[in-house]
């Protein structure tokens, strides 16, 4: 399986970006699709999941703000990114796995990342 991630940037505090994940290999559908983020210094930690047809998980951290969604005719997940903290500041990664988790472990495939930067 290999993912693409895109749509990351550099934006103000309060604004927004939509980063996307186009996966190919195998498969999409019957997948957990989640997305996890890196700041320096920092350990990855999970963001957000979507799964099965369309359930979705949050972390605490960007519940009400973020919204992942899926596209499985385009294999393609969606990270939503609207009133943008520059805590939200990092490497916004994409992952493929057969479980959920909001621990990178179980996730198999990886996205290259995506530079995610909020200004204040």
């Known amino acids: 399986v290999q993912l693409q991630a895109s749509g990351g940037g550099l934006v103000q505090a309060g604004g927004s970006l939509r980063l996307s994940c186009a996966a190919s290999?195998?498969?999409?559908?019957?997948?957990?699709m989640a997305w996890f983020r890196q700041a320096p210094g920092k350990e990855r930690e999970f963001v957000a999941a979507?799964?099965?047809?369309?359930?979705?998980t949050y972390a605490d951290s960007v519940k009400g703000r973020f919204t992942i969604s899926r596209d499985n005719v385009k294999d393609t997940v969606y990270l939503q990114m609207n009133s943008l903290k520059s805590e939200d500041t990092a490497v916004y990664y994409c992952?493929?796995?057969?479980?959920?988790?909001?621990?990178?472990?179980?996730?198999?495939?990886w996205g290259q990342g995506t530079q995610v930067t909020v200004s204040s």
């Open positions: 992952a493929n796995g057969g479980v959920l988790a909001t621990r990178p472990g179980p996730y198999h495939f």
């Open positions: 979507t799964w099965g047809g369309g359930n979705t």
């Open positions: 290999g195998r498969t999409f559908s019957g997948y957990v």
